[in-house]
């Protein structure tokens, strides 16, 4: 099967700057058409990744920005996956230039995030599990990023030492990333004495909201061989929901499903979002040389390992105490930084992670570069059973 080839990449830094989610999606979208060096009137096609928050634009950003960036004609569509939308403009765009439908297609994502925690927008929507999370337990997202943690301090002997090292790991990347929010290195000691918002996890252990913008200029083969040698292409992309039963607790529901009556899948859900990637691509973890993935708090960043096969269940603890997954080591994983250092800009983060990989696979990513880099995976969870997985190979 023919391949989609990322022509460029493009990202707004991240941060809380006080302009639109459309002035953040249009300054990444003219980078990354910089870095494919294409015009903005070249694109045939435009899948924007939509923001929730911001008023009757952000539900049709595909037409918000292609309207900024001057209307063309192009064709267009929105897509919306909660954390994993992103992914879903990525296999939108992807699946156009597969069909043979289009040469050449803009991803974009942007966001301006409200301060403080996420929480449902405001009504009474008593048939919304999101809504009813916040009205029956109170339950924001760090509290279960707290109770998620205690499962693997109970189940595989995770120690808070461990969580602060993964904070202490990503700052460090992040040191090294211009386009990062915060670049301040932590030791484990700082991290632990900052104040406790869901126990065990610690204010530096959980991602913060954040702005920015992220943008990818995708295109087939034929349309890359006119313009370069040597490609990076997306070798995979899965947008997989949960198998029933799912026995474990996900946000935003209240309750996991009965198993009782009927066998456990062969995969757990998050196991299954990056395997699928993988079946796509034809690769296996052990071939892997980087990875982006979730980390909406320190702990859930070990979940991730064992989720997407670096390693066994149970042993994540292991990686990051060698040093496995630090830069230089066996399996850099973040090298970007992270949530950790980029905090959380809903419809942009999963299109950023690919933007990562890219510039990694390419050799362009400065004092953070994963030495020989030529596949990398990110990894990803959108609310209500949403899955987000890219393999990029070069």
Avoid at 122 to 132: E, I, M, Q, T, Y
Avoid at 207 to 212: K, R, V
Avoid at 243 to 270: C, H, K, Q
Wanted: charged content about 20%; glycine content about 10%; hydrophobic content about 45%.
């Amino acid at each position: 099967m023919s391949q989609v080839v990322i022509l460029g990449a493009g990202m707004h830094p991240w941060g809380k700057w006080g302009k639109s989610f459309v002035e953040y999606g249009v300054k990444a979208a003219e980078l990354a058409l910089k870095d494919a060096g294409v015009e903005w009137t070249d694109i045939q096609f435009v899948a924007g990744g939509d923001t929730m928050r911001n008023g009757y634009p952000g539900y049709v950003a595909g037409a918000t920005f292609a309207q900024a960036l001057g209307w063309t004609g192009a064709q267009v569509a929105s897509c919306y996956g909660a954390c994993a939308t992103g992914a879903q403009a990525i296999d939108t765009a992807r699946a156009r230039i597969l069909a043979g439908l289009c040469d050449v297609a803009l991803v974009v994502g942007a966001d301006a995030a409200p301060k403080g925690f996420f929480k449902p927008n405001a009504g009474d929507r008593p048939d919304d599990p999101d809504w009813l999370r916040f009205r029956l337990l109170g339950a924001t997202n760090p509290t279960y990023f707290g109770l998620w943690a205690r499962r693997r301090m109970e189940l595989y002997g995770a120690t808070p030492q461990d969580f602060a090292a993964v904070k202490v790991k990503n700052a460090r990347h992040g040191l090294e990333n211009p386009n990062a929010r915060y670049r301040k290195e932590s030791s484990v000691e700082e991290v632990l004495a900052s104040p406790i918002v869901s126990d065990p996890l610690h204010l530096l252990e959980i991602c913060a909201t954040s702005d920015g913008g992220a943008a990818l200029v995708l295109c087939s083969e034929a349309f890359a061989r006119k313009r370069a040698t040597e490609f990076i292409k997306i070798a995979g992309v899965s947008t997989v929901t949960p198998s029933y039963p799912s026995s474990v607790i996900e946000m935003p529901n209240l309750a996991t499903d009965s198993w009782a009556g009927a066998a456990l899948p062969e995969r757990s859900f998050r196991d299954s979002i990056a395997f699928t990637a993988y079946e796509q691509a034809g690769v296996d973890p052990k071939d892997l040389d980087l990875a982006e993935v979730y980390d909406l708090s320190t702990a859930l960043e070990l979940d991730w390992y064992e989720n997407i096969g670096l390693c066994a269940q149970g042993e994540a603890e292991r990686l990051i105490r060698d040093g496995d997954t630090a830069v230089g080591g066996r399996i850099p994983v973040n090298a970007s930084g992270g949530l950790a250092c980029f905090g959380e800009a809903v419809p942009a983060q999963a299109i950023a992670q690919v933007c990562e990989l890219t510039w990694q696979l390419r050799g362009q990513a400065g004092a953070r570069q994963v030495a020989g880099a030529k596949l990398g995976v990110t990894a990803n969870q959108g609310l209500f059973g949403h899955g987000s997985s890219v393999v990029v190979s070069r």
